[in-house]
């Protein structure tokens, strides 16, 4: 056997490390746990990612998922993983709350089915991220449980709604969360915070039981909703995908399929307005995934106005191939159209980050992610999005998988 690793090297190390380590026993689930609890300890007063931390049941889990694994029923590479669930989703046993006071009580009976879909994997629920009040912001400074902190840096926004899944995952305080995405949602934060976020094709993944009971959200909201994961890496993504989401044809795995040397045909977008160190951060970008072999030209984004309704939606997206990827496999452009905003710039208005690059995905139910892409002049991170065709998610994150490996950029993270 090989030697032990001492769990506090771990907490920034890849999902897809951290479980080859157990599967090698050389790092049990409860140390893991156990390291991962303390570290929530020591950075949640500074960071509030967390609105429920699930330490008694965490532990339980733990323990079970040693036993498991030294009795040689490992599951795959979920399996003692500790993960946070964005507090949408119900979580049997463990409240649900959605950041609104209304709901600061409420104890669901029975778990979501991607919930449910992690723990039959083995992924051990270490508590419940905090969010911007159901989900209706994009700064995440607005939770009856208190706005979550930018880990790189306290003066400026989070990104929302999944302002806690980013920020913990960006801190080392779990290696994977699901959330949700219906503007922009989970792949806002992830670039605020310098992680991956991603949003599979409308329907990808499971999302029954997010506020099970509950009034149902409104028809734009549920055309417009999608889960998201975040992970920092995507290799990551695609090893919690395997737990999710149907497999991709022609490939055993999520993961199998990132190595696929499929050319892609990458457009730039060309109209979009930003600032100046996103568009260089941009630049930067293109030309690193043409050094990696891609046809790259140039592609308009075909951006929605959502004050038009959604009537026309189910049509839209029957022809948006047709108009936006005739000539392209995917479209990149960047995740924000601004840097990071500072907590005082973003104070007062709930939407201050604007989804207007992100939007348009979540409209026409196209499979996208955000991966880090540099810094502006602050050192806080940026993102680069990735879109791709309806259903075609194994390009997407082909794509931001070649990208990321090429860049190295996501080898950085905020200090403790």
Known sequence: MKASIAPETTALRSLADVGELIRQRRISPVELVTSCLERIERLQPRLNAFITV????????????EADIQQGRWKGPLHGIPVGIKDLYDTAGLRTTAAFEHFKNRVP?????????????????IGKTNMHTLGTGT????????????PWNADCIPGGS?????????????????????????????????????KGSYGAIDMTGILAGERPPDEMIRWLSHAGLCTRSVRDTALVLDVLAARPQGVGTWHDALADDRQLSVGVADT???????????????????????????????????????????????????QAFKQIDLLVLPTTPTPTLTVKHAASNPQALSPELTMF???YGLPAVSV?????????????????????????????YRYEQAAGISTRHPID
């Not at 979501?112 to 629920?125: N, R, S």
């Open 139 to 150: 700064t995440g400074l607005e939770s009856f449980f208190g706005p979550v902190k930018n």
């Open 272 to 322: 979009v307005t930003v600032d100046r160190d996103v568009a260089t951060a941009l630049e930067n970008a293109v030309d690193t995934i043409r050094a990696c072999g891609c046809h790259m030209n140039t592609a308009t984004v075909p951006f929605v106005d959502l004050r038009k309704g959604i009537a026309n939606i189910e049509r839209d997206r029957r022809a948006i191939c047709d």
């Open 54 to 65: 699930a330490a008694g049941a965490a532990l339980a889990a733990a323990k079970a998922a």
């Open 109 to 125: 009976g029975k778990d979501a089915v991607a919930v449910e879909a992690l723990k039959t994997a083995g992924a051990i629920v």
């Open 372 to 400: 880090p892409c540099g810094f502006d002049g602050r050192g806080l991170p940026l993102g680069l999005q990735i879109v791709g065709k309806p259903g075609d998610d194994r390009a997407v994150l082909q794509l931001a």
């Open 162 to 198: 999944s302002s806690g899944s980013a920020a913990a995952v960006a801190s080392g305080l779990c290696y994977a969360t699901l959330d949700t995405d219906a503007i922009g949602s989970c792949r806002l934060p992830a670039a605020c915070c310098g992680v991956v976020g991603y």
């Open 361 to 363: 995905a979540n409209y």
